[in-house]
């Protein structure tokens, strides 16, 4: 007997760890000795080439979705629902620690942001990392992963397809839009993902191993035993717990037992007392 579980590997989480801290290092060094530059004098002059009025509205209505105002107003949408236990709690603590750690980054770095003069809209505060790199990437892919998991568990695929399409394009684009309208160099933009994905494997690390079960979006229970379809507002049937099982199926779309009715199980009950009264019939 053995225990369905999500499969994972600390040492790989690890290595994966170091690989992104030595990065984000390096993009670090690259932005105080002046290296990176050339790259961010390029890439910042390509995007400054190709502005509009239309692209201009369109870039300042996306890069609001990163804004720590629209995150606060999402996490305080989520903190209402029934689900807030499940989605908002959790989501909100990933963006309030995304958010005070590019914080303090920023204020030890001290980059200063590129000239004004190319600014399309009025920002504050020191360059390096973006915060809305940091904070959309962490916030947003998240709460991909909870829905994802979610969804899969509750046999929906196209929809955890979607979120997991839907969720790092917006990340791009905002990320993007800084770019564009000249509140931010490349290297912030790529230093702020690389601090998002430190922070995300920790965040899902601690999510997995700490948060409480009860409330808690995992694989390590079958799905008939931890959810009900199209209500995740109410509490599971049983207790969310792994339970010894043979040869869970591998076919994902099986996962779900079939409705048990009061006709099914009369009929069963039948064909049992039958079957013990006349094992031939």
């Not at 002059?45 to 300042?60: E, M, P």
């Not at 980059?111 to 990437?137: C, K, Q, T, V, Y």
């Not at 808690?216 to 509490?235: G, H, L, M, Q």
Request: net charge positive; aromatic share 12%.
């Amino acid at each position: 007997m053995e225990y369905y579980k999500q499969s994972s590997n600390s040492n790989a989480k690890w290595i994966v760890l170091i690989m992104l801290a030595a990065l984000f290092a390096a993009d670090l060094w690259s932005v105080i000795t002046g290296f990176s530059r050339p790259f961010d004098l390029g890439v910042m002059q390509f995007a400054y080439d190709i502005r509009d009025d239309f692209l201009n509205v369109i870039a300042t209505f996306i890069t609001r979705a990163g804004d720590t105002v629209t995150i606060a107003v999402i996490c305080a949408v989520l903190a209402v629902l029934p689900t807030r236990a499940r989605f908002g709690i959790p989501a909100a603590g990933a963006a309030v620690v995304a958010g005070l750690t590019h914080y303090v980054i920023k204020n030890l770095v001290e980059r200063a942001r590129p000239d004004e003069a190319m600014w399309l809209i009025p920002e504050d505060g020191f360059s390096f990392p973006s915060g809305h790199a940091n904070a959309s990437f962490v916030f947003y892919l998240f709460l991909m992963i909870l829905l994802r998991r979610y969804f899969i568990i509750g046999g929906s695929y196209g929809a955890a397809n979607l979120v997991s399409v839907a969720m790092p394009l917006l990340v791009a684009v905002i990320s993007a839009s800084r770019i564009y309208l000249g509140v931010h160099y490349p290297t912030d933009i790529i230093g702020g993902w690389l601090l998002g994905s430190i922070l995300l494997i920790i965040i899902i690390s601690l999510y997995d191993n700490f948060y409480p079960m009860k409330n808690k979006i995992t694989f390590d229970a079958p799905s008939w035993e931890y959810t009900r379809r199209r209500r995740p507002w109410r509490k599971p049937q049983v207790s969310n717990s792994p339970e010894e099982m043979l040869d869970f199926p591998k076919d994902r779309s099986i996962w779900r037992r079939p409705a048990t009715t009061a006709k099914r199980r009369a009929v069963e009950e039948e064909k049992r007392r039958r079957d013990e009264n006349d094992p031939k019939h």
